[in-house]
């Protein structure tokens, strides 16, 4: 049974500071993973999708990476601003099925 | 382009009553999805329909839990009878198929329909 792992679970910085936000996975057998953003009280937007034979994306300030192997991915936030606050999750795909399973999310907080 | 529409945004009622949940995907998405998030369980995936038709429903808590796609662009989720541990986000998703798509869409979410069984 896969499961996705965040950690840490909340991560408070102060603004303008380099982050990384970290995902486990324990079955390799993925077609991708994705990286969303939760805002309090809305839905998920999607921010980046890997796919299983890719090893990183880039949307601005935003840098995700895949090591499927060892079942890890990372998003690197640079130059954190407050509007960068939220609750950020990764999801895999199973191989073979539509189903996303995803961690538990990382809250993050960057103060002024 | 319209995102995933979820209606109502926000639903409080005494137990035992039912509850519909609706949703509209994006139109030309295939993929239908729904999710529960609650605190304790993080999002869970209920159920998930291609072409309208009820694919993996694994996820379903018990048969209080039914949903139907009777269309491309509408699905409903009910309970009957609601209980207060059903109060929970519940999203609905969508996506294009994979095999249509080699780069692996990925899943739209919709805002969300807050659920308090009280």
């Known amino acids: 049974k896969q499961e996705v792992t965040q950690i840490p679970a909340a991560l408070s910085v102060p603004e303008g500071e380099n982050l990384v936000l970290n995902c486990s996975f324990t079955?390799?057998?993925?077609?991708?993973l994705q990286w969303f953003r939760q805002d309090p009280g809305k839905g998920l937007t999607s921010l980046l999708l890997i796919q299983s034979s890719q090893r990183e994306q880039t949307s601005g300030r935003l840098n995700a990476s895949l090591d499927k192997s060892s079942g890890r991915s990372t998003l690197y936030i640079a130059a954190s601003q407050p509007g960068d606050s939220a609750t950020y999750l990764c999801a895999v795909r199973i191989q073979g099925a539509q189903k996303l399973v995803f961690g538990q999310g990382t809250r993050l907080t960057i103060n002024p | 382009d319209a995102g995933v529409i979820q209606s109502p945004r926000h639903e409080v009622t005494e137990m035992g009553q039912e509850v519909t949940l609706r949703c509209k995907p994006i139109?030309?998405?295939?993929?239908l999805f729904w999710y529960r998030q609650t605190m304790m369980r993080g999002l869970e995936l209920l159920i998930y329909f291609n072409n309208n038709v009820p694919i993996d429903d694994s996820g379903m808590p018990e048969d209080r839990f039914s949903a139907k796609m009777p269309n491309a662009s509408f699905s409903t989720l009910k309970i009957q009878p609601s209980e207060p541990r059903d109060s929970a986000v519940y999203f609905c998703?969508?996506?294009?198929?994979?095999?249509?798509?080699?780069?692996?869409?990925?899943?739209?979410f919709g805002d969300g329909t807050r659920l308090s069984i009280l």
């Open positions: 998703a969508s996506s294009f198929s994979i095999t249509r798509d080699i780069r692996f869409q990925p899943q739209h």
């Open positions: 139109s030309g998405h295939d993929y």
């Open positions: 079955d390799s057998a993925i077609y991708n």
